[in-house]
């Protein structure tokens, strides 16, 4: 790179899931037939619903910025929301809109991390949360799991991690890459750990929380001894297939919500003023509404397992949330496939692109050297396809 860049982009990693798919769309346009398994995208239309509610607020000339915390009327379905769904009260000045979940989570990382602060991520984890702690000044300390343990940390593990320097722990559930859910009953041994430490701030990702199999969402702010340091990051990118439409937004301590505010007002001031509109339409309406869509996800994590079982060195847990399995292929390592050496996640994910012509994500980008993510956010007859194609590869 330029000598001229900043130490800090220089030294950040590329995002893994977009350069993916940014070579799958590459081959794509030179007639190469991929199947793309990459990417956390639902194949589903949106919701015409939602479609209308977008229209609508183009004919009624929404135009103008947006106040940088998101509309007071959409502030106001959230926390309808928080309520119905989670169980959670929350306040105007408590919720903060933003150009998607991913930019929640920058905004939180960058107001409350310094130089050399500790940021927890049991591993594996979304590939996004290292970087934008590095960035921020933090420093990221990965607590490894096990598909043993369905991906999960323990609260050995977690208190172990834990030293001076820790300020954050950062975790999805559903899980993105592994698919897994904590239950109240685990969220709840895990708080016992945690609120013996009462300066870290625990960040709970929950964009997949209706794609969840178990029917139980559990969040960590639920506790009333977590509550005032938890801050909860959603949005509708998955659940309702509005990942173009960029909403994410957070429920959170108020000075927390405000100092994100603070920030977002000096990077990209309000979210898009159409989609916060069809937004409200989204979130006031019932998760029933959107059950055809889980259900269907629920069909393909079967398709998937059940082909995936069929194939030698594929390990796999089985995924209660999300649309993703993370299989372990650690048996491939050391091994020669059709003259190519395979000794990484890397490298078996390289081989599966160009050889069976199926785009996956080494885990090494999610903290777990031995896994690839496979998304099965895609029909069945392309799950079933790229299923073939992986086992041809490998004979």
Known sequence: MDHRLSKRVNEMATSATLAMAAKTRELKEQGVDIIGLSLGEPDFPIPDYVKQAAIVAIEENYHAYTPVDGYGDLKKAIITKFKRDNNLEYKPSQIVV???????????????????????????????????????????????????????????????????KTKMIVYSSPCNPSGSVYSRAELRKLADVLVKYPEIIVISDEIYEHINFTGNHASMAEFDDMYDRTVVVNGVSKAFSMTGWRIGYIGGPEWIARACDKMQGQVTSGANCIAQRATITALENPPSKIKFMVDAFKERRSLILKLLSEIEGFKTNNPEGAFYVFPDISYFFGKTLRGKNINTASDFSLYLLEEAKVATVTGEAFGDA????????????EITEAMHRIKEALK
């Open 98 to 164: 933003s150009t998607g979940a991913k930019q929640s989570l920058a905004n939180l990382m960058m107001v409350l991390l310094d130089e050399g602060d500790e940021v927890l991520l049991p591993a594996p984890y979304w590939v996004s949360y290292a970087d934008q702690s590095k960035v921020a000044g933090g420093v990221p300390k990965e607590i490894p799991t096990s598909i043993e343990t369905d991906f999960k940390v323990t609260p050995q593990a977690l208190e172990a991690a834990i030293t001076p």
């Open 370 to 381: 031995n896994c690839i993510r496979l998304s099965y956010a895609a029909s069945e007859k």
